[in-house]
Antibody, heavy 125, light 109 residues
Framework: QVQLQQWGAGLLKPSETLSLTCAVY????????WSWIRQPPGKGLEWIGE???????NYNPSLKSRVTISVDTSKNQFSLKLSSVTAADTAVYYC???????????????????WGKGTTVTVSS | SSELTQDPAVSVALGQTVRITCQGDSLRSYYASWYQQKPGQAPVLVIYGKNNRPSGIPDRFSGSSSGNTASLTITGAQAEDEADYYCNSRDSSGNHLGVFGGGTKLTVL
């Protein structure tokens, strides 16, 4: 059974860089989209971005200038860096495993089936 | 703003059937996935694809899709189904980005 274990600093000052890592246990690293999602207090889920095993990335345009997602296949880990944080970046950050494939009829499946427990990140001076 | 639109809140009487909907242009080519989130917990996938349930998800949860609208139906809602529900898909830009709906708070009366 695949599990994701995530960790990183939980308290940051404005202008610092958020850094989180997610380790994949019990499954293959190839063939998936390794994703980051965040949830500000009392608000909904926001997709941050993703990376596949070969290092190809997609980022939320609203965060793209500050986000870097990287992968270390030798350790089955992927990481999130978000630079120049402000109070608006205070949120619970989740890592997740994403799937996508195309059906013969031209429709696509896209979903995230395994999630980390989440890391609370607070930005405060 | 989200490219996937959900009603903010829905209520259902215990044991009755409730439908939660999600609208968006990308749903004309992507099946929505649905997540249940209870307070203080990570989201849990409940429906993906045309109408697929991960292992351990009760069969009272089902999904459907028509045009630009996806639906999550709970048949015989239980007290433990009270939660926030989010739909998810790729966006409609063609840039292969992910997007979530704003979420629906389900209250079981």
């Amino acid at each position: 059974q695949v599990q994701l274990q995530q960790w990183g600093a939980g308290l940051l000052k404005p202008s610092e860089t958020l850094s989180l890592t997610c380790a994949v246990y019990g499954g293959s690293f190839s063939g998936y989209y390794w994703s980051w999602i965040r949830q500000p207090p009392g608000k909904g889920l926001e997709w941050i971005g993703e990376i596949n095993h070969s290092g190809s990335t997609n980022y939320n345009p609203s965060l793209k200038s500050r986000v870097t997602i990287s992968v270390d296949t030798s350790k089955n880990q992927f990481s999130l860096k978000l630079s120049s944080v402000t109070a608006a970046d205070t949120a619970v950050y989740y890592c997740a495993r994403g799937h996508e494939w195309e059906l013969p009829e031209g429709y696509y499946y896209y979903y995230m089936d395994v999630w980390g427990k989440g890391t609370t990140v607070t930005v405060s001076s | 703003s989200s490219e996937l639109t959900q009603d903010p809140a829905v209520s259902v009487a215990l044991g009755q059937t409730v439908r939660i909907t999600c609208q968006g242009d990308s749903l004309r080519s992507y099946y929505a996935s649905w997540y249940q989130q209870k307070p203080g917990q990570a989201p849990v996938l409940v429906i993906y694809g045309k109408n697929n349930r991960p292992s351990g998800i009760p069969d009272r949860f089902s999904g459907s899709s028509s045009g630009n609208t996806a639906s999550l139906t709970i048949t015989g809602a239980q007290a433990e189904d009270e939660a926030d529900y989010y739909c998810n898909s790729r966006d409609s830009s063609g840039n292969h980005l992910g997007v979530f709906g704003g979420g629906t708070k389900l209250t079981v009366l």
